[in-house]
């Protein structure tokens, strides 16, 4: 059977241009025996998945699993889905983050500074040295926030969900999400501040 929780891609799905079926049409035809809408969903929401589970773990291959397994579980509760009841695409984000929690807890503490990141373009050595060396940094700097505040600061920053939406994916208020990622940003700046001249940032 095809495997329908790939390609993954480092980059976040659309929701489709005016007139495509929407999250909640596709995964009922999914349901309904439709591969093809299985595919598009997948196309859609599965690099938000793994770009999520990425910044939380550090980890490429185990953000695929994460992806892997969240997408298997939107395929289970297919049949069962309410439309309107929640989007599909906040019920997919809580499942990732939920799943990532599950794996930190059994990660060794040295392990949560792995970045594999993919390379774009083709800058110098020295240019792709330091934007290595930032993206380490910054992941770096991310796994050593508390989870609340790493998931809000991933989601408002680095996804650019707005608050409301982040507030329904971790169950909490939206002046929670503004707290959580007022304090995440402050922490990161707070962990980068000594950094600034290794990591060639000016100051100002």
């Not at 598009?40 to 980890?59: I, K, W």
């Not at 408002?156 to 208020?173: D, T």
Request: hydrophobic share 40%; proline share 6%; with cysteine.
């Amino acid at each position: 059977m095809e495997d329908l929780t790939s390609p993954l891609q480092d980059v976040r799905g659309t929701s489709g241009a005016a007139g495509d079926p929407g999250d909640d049409t596709l995964l009922r035809q999914f349901a309904d025996g439709d591969a093809a809408a299985a595919r598009e969903l997948t196309d859609r929401l599965g690099p938000r998945s793994f770009s999520v589970a990425l910044r939380m773990l550090g980890n490429r291959a185990e953000a695929e699993d994460v992806t892997q397994d969240a997408m298997m579980r939107l395929w289970q509760v297919a049949p069962k889905w309410v439309p309107g009841q929640a989007k599909v695409s906040t019920w997919l984000y809580r499942v990732t983050l939920n799943l990532c929690v599950d794996v930190q807890r059994k990660k060794k503490p040295d392990r949560l500074a792995e970045v594999p990141e993919p390379e774009d373009g083709e800058p110098s050595v020295a240019d792709r040295m330091q934007d290595g060396a930032r993206k380490d940094a910054l992941q770096d700097a991310l796994s050593q926030l508390p989870d609340r505040q790493r998931q809000a600061v991933i989601l408002r920053h680095m996804e650019e969900l707005p608050n409301p939406e982040i507030a329904g994916i971790m169950g909490v208020s939206t002046e929670a999400v503004e707290s959580l990622t007022a304090r995440g940003k402050r922490s990161l700046a707070a962990i980068l501040a000594g950094r600034r001249d290794e990591l060639g940032y000016d100051d100002g």
